[in-house]
């Protein structure tokens, strides 16, 4: 199991506050971004898209998670938009919509590549 990666555009503040009801988050300010580390890997894992863009409120917010048995969970949101989703479950692509320029994802090893140099 790997950690659950979240990073919002907004103040640590305001980051913590939509994340008080969960026990153990990590949080690091990456310039103007706050990212949140769920290192269990099980309290954000398996969100619907919906629940992201709720939590994500007016603020960009990315998020996420992969692992070894090529479980990967990608999702972009940007202006209250969902501009990528991207799940991956046992090798299965479950979700695959939306597009983003900046960001190419196609696969497992893409969300591990973007999460090995984007969220740190």
């Given at each position: 199991m790997f950690a659950c990666k979240?990073?919002?555009?907004?103040?640590?503040?305001?980051?913590?506050?939509?994340f008080q009801d969960y026990e153990g988050l990590e949080f690091f300010q990456r310039g103007d971004w706050v990212l949140a580390e769920d290192f269990s890997g099980t309290q954000l894992f398996g969100w619907?898209?919906?629940t992201w863009l709720e939590l994500a409120g007016?603020?960009?917010?990315?998020?996420a998670y992969y692992d070894e048995n090529m479980n990967a969970e990608f999702v972009f949101i940007q202006n209250g938009l969902c501009m990528r989703a991207y799940?991956?479950?046992?090798?299965?692509?479950?979700?695959?919509q939306g597009e983003d320029l900046d960001v190419s994802i196609s696969g497992?090893?893409?969300?591990?590549?973007?999460m090995d140099e984007h969220m740190v």
């Open positions: 979240v990073m919002i555009k907004s103040s640590m503040e305001a980051v913590k506050a939509r619907e898209v919906s007016k603020d960009e917010l990315i998020y799940q991956e479950y046992d090798g299965e692509v479950d979700t695959d497992w090893s893409d969300v591990a590549e973007y």
